[in-house]
Antibody
Framework: QLQLQESGPGLVRPSETLSLTCTISGGSINNNYWSWVRQPAGKGLEWLGRISPSGILLYHPSLESRVTVSVDTSQNRFTLELRSVTAADTAVYYC???????????WGQGTLVTVSS | IVLTQSPDFQSVTPKEKVTITCRASQSVGTSLHWYQQKPHQSPKLLIKFASQSISGVPSRFSGSGSGTDFTLTINGLEAEDAAMYYCHQSSSLLTFGGGTKVEIK
């Protein structure tokens, strides 16, 4: 059974870079699309970015200048970098799997990242 | 593509029928999916491609629609269905609706 697990610092200082890793177990990172989705407390879901099996990247237009998604196939994991963070980036961050054009069928449990000095 | 859900909130008696709508700002064909999210949990896929059922999801959940107008129906609400419900389109980029909170009266 496919499992996704987010990991990374729970606290990031304003203007710094948020870095998270999603480790995949029970399946291969190949042949699937991998995304990051976030959810501020009490608010809705916001898709951030995605990487395809061939490495094609797709980002939310409003975050494109600050976001990078990358994959490490040797470690079966992918990462999120969000630069120049502010308090508005405080949220639970989820990683999720998608077969192209399909819904997200597997999600990590989510990790809370707080941006604060 | 902007997805607009309505209502934002619904308080429903058990066994009642619940209807949640999702309107897209442009056609998404049938690339519209529904999720349920309970507090402190990840979203759970309920319906894919507007009307396709998901293994393990109770049959009281159903979806319909195409193009720009979609509906999630819960036939016979149960207490365990209290949750947030989100629509999501995978036609162009990826976006979510704002969510509908379903509360049990």
């Amino acid at each position: 059974q496919l499992q996704l697990q987010e990991s990374g610092p729970g606290l990031v200082r304003p203007s710094e870079t948020l870095s998270l890793t999603c480790t995949i177990s029970g399946g291969s990172i190949n042949n699937n699309y991998w995304s990051w989705v976030r959810q501020p407390a009490g608010k809705g879901l916001e898709w951030l970015g995605r990487i395809s099996p061939s490495g094609i990247l797709l980002y939310h237009p409003s975050l494109e200048s600050r976001v990078t998604v990358s994959v490490d196939t040797s470690q079966n994991r992918f990462t999120l970098e969000l630069r120049s963070v502010t308090a508005a980036d405080t949220a639970v961050y989820y990683c999720a799997r998608q077969v192209y054009g399909s819904p997200f069928d597997s999600w990590g449990q989510g990790t809370l990242v707080t941006v604060s000095s | 593509i902007v997805l607009t859900q309505s209502p934002d909130f619904q308080s429903v008696t058990p066994k009642e029928k619940v209807t949640i709508t999702c309107r897209a700002s442009q056609s998404v064909g049938t690339s519209l999916h529904w999720y349920q999210q309970k507090p402190h949990q990840s979203p759970k896929l309920l319906i894919k491609f507007a009307s396709q059922s998901i293994s393990g999801v109770p049959s009281r959940f159903s979806g319909s629609g195409s193009g720009t107008d979609f509906t999630l129906t819960i036939n016979g609400l149960e207490a365990e269905d209290a949750a947030m419900y989100y629509c999501h389109q995978s036609s162009s980029l990826l976006t979510f609706g704002g969510g509908t909170k379903v509360e049990i009266k």
